[in-house]
């Protein structure tokens, strides 16, 4: 009941649109139990062939209630689906942004495909839930009420058969449908999600699973779980045309009671014999207000396993949030870089990622972060971006503690390029555009030429103009490297922070793309972090990290002196001709 009551508040701005939906559905059933009551008045009256003056008022109701019916239906439909669209839009945007806090510390352990069927899936079930959960048992009420006041005014008899199977119908049958199809609704949104993950999987992975010849048995894979999925769903429409059938029985169970009661009051001149086609047939079509409630019963599971799969998502505390007296970073101060006593655990259950480094950077300066593989150099980064909240010790950016500062002020201090990055689909303007919407065709082709990304190498008329695909599939990645190094200069940051930006490049181009950004930025702050060991000399300092501790620092030469960890690095690099 918790999540039902959650989603009813998000509701609450359309409470409006969401009960007129409901009255403009309960009149949809009122014109039609209008219509059938007209008309069979009509037909049965006129077996007695009275004067056509005497049938004027019910013709006039048939045109009336036929006409109305029409109209109501589509103002319902008009209404109810333009809400839930709303609502659906509204939904989206609201779990972005309480997702957008927890990247990605607390969206680590979930895979994009299960994220997508979440953002999609989950919140398109949602649509379900205010059309075919809340609007079908307010409807069915009203339609109870007023169709015993109806009923009342010819015998109270005849309206408490009608409440009898109306509610059998209304409450038991849906009971049933719960029963039956308990847990049912969860495991299907949990299949779904399954099967786009392992989809997803596959299309990524194509190549990797084609190469170990593992391809087929990823095909029975997801074969597997859409055969479990649709067993589920046909399950889930068995048990609902069971319970459509015995709704229908309930209603010629209430026809035949009402009949059985309404013939000896024909006999006894009690009630009119015309009367008893009037009552048969707006009994009837009184049941419509309950056909979609078995539905609602099983939409019900579904619905709130899919809020608790958001729930469970966004009820996560973020680990970075702005402090209520957090401001923008002062431009007038100069972005020094330094670092008290860090340490960083990324669970309390693992050992400490950074352990007391301290460090001080200047602005402007050329750094270099170097170490082996898991010593600590990514987390650094993360840190002075915030993507993970420091704990224990202090990041202070122009003498401010970055907790104090704004995360998209700060941000737009410091330019960062991942090994891990992301290109949209489209063409290389698009993705320079997307940091730097206000870029011209000139400053564009000379960030693409600090890269060394030339049209040449791309082999195209117009290097702005070419599609690079989806994640870039159509470069080569080296080429989406600099891409990536090209957007963040687009930025143009006061503080670079590169992370194994040239990974994918050749010693040589390496070398060429270095020089160019120490070249052209030569008033910046760029901190490099990274394993090759080239350009060594160009740095003011080299900080070196080994299992989560600074082990020493200084220039080029006097390390190589000095300090066993790196002369071991430089020296194996030269020798396997890593760099120039």
């Known amino acids: 009941m918790k999540v039902i009551r959650r989603l009813l508040k998000l509701a609450i701005p359309y409470a409006r649109w969401i009960v007129l939906s409901v009255f403009l559905g309960s009149l949809t059933i009122a014109s039609g139990i209008g219509l059938m009551m007209a008309s069979a008045f009509i037909i049965s009256a006129a077996a007695l062939h009275p004067s056509i003056a005497e049938l004027q008022v019910a013709i006039v109701g048939v045109r009336f209630f036929g006409i109305s019916r029409g109209v109501f239906r589509y103002l319902e439909r008009l209404t109810s689906h333009d809400t839930t669209f709303r609502l659906l839009s509204r939904f989206r945007v609201w779990f972005y942004r309480a997702l957008e806090p927890l990247v990605p510390a607390k969206t680590l352990y979930f895979k994009s495909a299960d994220l997508l069927q979440r953002i999609v899936s989950d919140i398109q079930n949602l649509e379900?839930?205010?059309?075919?959960?809340?609007?079908?048992?307010?409807?069915?009420?009203?339609?109870?009420?007023?169709?015993?006041?109806?009923?009342?005014?010819?015998?109270?008899?005849?309206?408490?058969?009608?409440?009898?199977?109306?509610?059998?119908?209304?409450?038991?049958?849906?009971?049933?449908?719960?029963?039956?199809?308990?847990?049912?609704?969860?495991?299907?949104?949990?299949?779904?999600?399954?099967?786009?993950?392992?989809?997803?999987?596959?299309?990524?992975?194509?190549?990797?699973?084609?190469?170990?010849?593992?391809?087929?048995?990823?095909?029975?894979?997801?074969?597997?779980?859409?055969?479990?999925?649709?067993?589920?769903?046909?399950?889930?429409?068995?048990?609902?045309?069971?319970h459509q059938g015995f709704i229908t029985l309930l209603m010629f169970g209430a026809v035949v009671l009402i009949l059985v009661t309404a013939i000896p009051a024909v006999r006894a001149d009690q009630l009119s014999g015309v009367y008893l086609a009037v009552l048969v047939l707006g009994v009837m079509a009184a049941f419509e207000g309950v056909l979609a409630l078995p539905a609602t019963a099983q939409y019900m599971e579904s619905n709130t396993e899919a809020a608790k799969r958001l729930f469970g998502i966004i009820d996560r505390a973020p680990d970075v949030r702005d402090r209520d007296q957090a401001l923008s970073f002062n431009p007038q101060k100069t972005p020094d870089l330094k670092l008290q006593n860090v340490t960083f655990t990324y669970s309390e259950a693992e050992d400490p990622v950074l352990k007391n480094v301290s460090f001080f950077i200047p602005f402007p300066s050329k750094i270099a972060v170097v170490g082996p593989s898991g010593s600590g150099k990514s987390t650094l980064a993360n840190l002075i971006l915030r993507l993970w909240e420091v704990k224990n010790g202090k990041i202070l950016i122009g003498g401010a503690d970055i907790r104090n500062i704004k995360q998209e002020s700060l941000r737009e201090v410091i330019g960062f390029v991942s090994q891990r990055f992301h290109l949209f689909s489209g063409t290389i303007a698009d993705n320079l555009r997307l940091v730097n919407p206000g870029l011209d065709e000139e400053e564009m082709l000379r960030l693409l030429n600090l890269v060394e990304l030339t049209k040449e190498e791309l082999g195209t008329f117009s290097i702005l103009d070419h599609r690079i695909g989806e994640h870039g599939a159509r470069l080569s990645g080296g080429q989406a490297q600099r891409l990536a190094i090209a957007q963040v200069l687009a930025?143009?940051?006061?503080?670079?922070?590169?992370?194994?930006?040239?990974?994918?490049?050749?010693?040589?181009?390496?070398?060429?793309?270095?020089?160019?950004?120490?070249?052209?930025?030569?008033?910046?702050?760029?901190?490099?972090?990274?394993?090759?060991?080239?350009?060594?000399?160009?740095?003011?300092?080299?900080?070196?990290?080994?299992?989560?501790?600074?082990?020493?620092?200084?220039?080029?030469?006097?390390?190589?002196?000095?300090?066993?960890?790196?002369?071991?690095?430089?020296r194996i690099q030269k020798e396997n001709q890593l760099f120039g």
Do not use: W
């Not at 930025?521 to 900080?543: A, E, G, Q």
């Open 128 to 242: 379900n839930f205010y059309v075919r959960v809340i609007s079908p048992p307010a409807v069915a009420v009203i339609v109870a009420v007023v169709m015993s006041l109806l009923l009342r005014t010819y015998h109270a008899q005849y309206a408490i058969i009608f409440l009898i199977c109306y509610s059998l119908a209304a409450i038991v049958i849906p009971f049933l449908s719960i029963q039956l199809s308990r847990s049912m609704g969860k495991r299907i949104i949990e299949l779904k999600s399954e099967l786009n993950v392992a989809i997803l999987d596959n299309l990524r992975g194509m190549t990797e699973l084609l190469t170990n010849n593992k391809l087929s048995a990823h095909r029975r894979k997801v074969a597997g779980l859409s055969r479990r999925l649709a067993m589920l769903q046909k399950k889930m429409q068995i048990i609902d045309a069971l």
């Open 491 to 570: 930025k143009n940051p006061s503080i670079f922070i590169f992370d194994e930006i040239t990974a994918n490049l050749d010693p040589k181009t390496e070398r060429q793309v270095l020089k160019n950004l120490f070249r052209e930025f030569s008033d910046r702050t760029v901190i490099n972090i990274t394993h090759r060991l080239n350009l060594m000399k160009n740095y003011d300092r080299i900080y070196v990290l080994q299992n989560g501790q600074l082990i020493e620092e200084g220039k080029h030469e006097q390390l190589l002196r000095q300090n066993k960890v790196y002369r071991h690095i430089y």
